[in-house]
């Protein structure tokens, strides 16, 4: 009997030491990138006031005068010749430049690139920014790509999955076994260094690692491999007719090239029907003005924003979409281009469950 219960013991601390080895090395691994994305992620966080800063000298204007969004829209193709529409931004408050999103087309090879340019109440160019040289964008590819690309993304999606083997072989080893309630809820610091130092990250790993993997978790739906199988699993359980509105490995879901920005599911299409949007002008009757007036009226959580008609499931027709951080407020509209009847209404409720359940992750 004595015999059976020294191999029991043994084969208990031969687990153990392999369960501490897989934790050291993981920790050893994903703390580096934990330190990143945690500082990235929180400056993420603070997007709203982080771009209300970047665009301080086009905010509060004199808003006399007027011109309507379409002149606002010529005056910035004007300045940026060759470019095309690709989508409007409403003005959070009167006396804020409208923001328009064009599509330039660069001498090189046909190649293109976007541009943010800021058009004041009055008509006037006032400013431009390149989006993928942003605050916001620089932070958002650090945090999901490591300015790495897609090889990047693989490895924060490498670190994030070991983040989950360092979080359950730390409770493992933090498991009680019998002990009471000191240094496993609270530390002993009364008992030498080595002892409290042993406490305090056994404790803190065990007061943290339920958000731990609920923040892996949430993200690990964005990421390329994991972001696949859920994508398969969301289409098994009858949710691919509705948009997916998170991009998979930094790529829109429904495309193999990168993907710019929030609005990234859409973008690409996008990009495509506005080069074409010129050669459309007899097929769209409704103008961009009254467009933002209806979106206006809705009063839409900020950012709003209004894209020109696309080829699409609802026909030609004008997106107007608030991309709100707090995704239960966003609500896209689709209004028919030729009567500006509204045609379709996506509100975060009319979501598949598994999406909500991401949009209340993130």
């Not at 930094?250 to 495309?255: K, L, Q, V």
């Not at 097929?283 to 209004?306: C, D, N, Q």
Request: proline letters at 6%; glycine letters at 10%.
């Amino acid at each position: 009997m004595e015999t059976v219960t020294a191999g029991h013991t043994g084969q208990r601390a031969a687990l153990y030491r392999m369960v501490w080895r897989w934790h050291f090395y993981a920790g050893l691994f994903v703390i580096p990138f934990i330190l990143i994305l945690s500082v990235t992620g929180a400056i993420y966080l603070f997007k709203p006031q982080i771009e209300r800063w970047e665009e301080r000298a086009w905010k509060h204007l004199p808003d006399n005068a007027s011109v309507s969004p379409d002149a606002q829209l010529s005056a910035a193709l004007a300045a940026f010749p060759g470019a095309s529409f690709h989508s409007y931004r409403l003005p959070q408050q009167a006396g804020d430049a409208a923001l328009i999103h064009l599509t330039l087309k660069n001498s090189q090879a046909g190649e293109q690139s976007m541009r943010d340019v800021f058009v004041s109440p009055q008509g006037r160019v006032i400013g431009s920014l390149d989006p993928q040289a942003r605050i916001i964008r620089i932070d958002h590819d650090i945090h999901g790509q490591m300015l790495l690309g897609r090889r990047g993304s693989w490895l924060v999606e490498l670190a994030a999955s070991w983040a989950l083997v360092m979080v359950l072989t730390g409770m493992y080893l933090w498991w009680p076994k019998g002990r009471g309630m000191a240094g496993v809820v609270w530390p002993r610091l009364n008992r030498g260094t080595a002892v409290a130092w042993r406490d305090l990250h056994a404790v803190t790993g065990f007061w943290v690692a339920g958000l731990a993997t609920l923040l892996l978790i949430t993200g690990l739906p964005w990421s390329d491999v994991w972001g696949s199988a859920f994508k398969a699993l969301r289409s098994e359980l009858g949710a691919s007719a509705a948009r997916q509105d998170w991009t998979i490995g930094g790529r829109a879901p429904d495309a193999g090239k990168p993907a710019v920005g929030e609005h990234a599911e859409h973008e690409h299409s996008t990009m495509m029907a506005a080069a074409r949007l010129g050669g459309m002008a007899g097929m769209v009757h409704v103008p961009l003005g009254m467009i933002v007036a209806r979106a206006k009226s809705e009063h839409l959580a900020f950012p709003v924003t209004v894209a020109p008609p696309r080829p699409g499931e609802a026909g030609m027709a004008w997106t107007v979409k608030s991309e709100a951080q707090n995704r239960p407020l966003r609500v896209t509209i689709t209004y028919d281009a030729m009567t500006g009847r509204e045609i379709s209404r996506a509100e975060f409720a009319d979501k598949p469950v598994a999406d909500r359940v991401i949009g209340y992750g993130v």
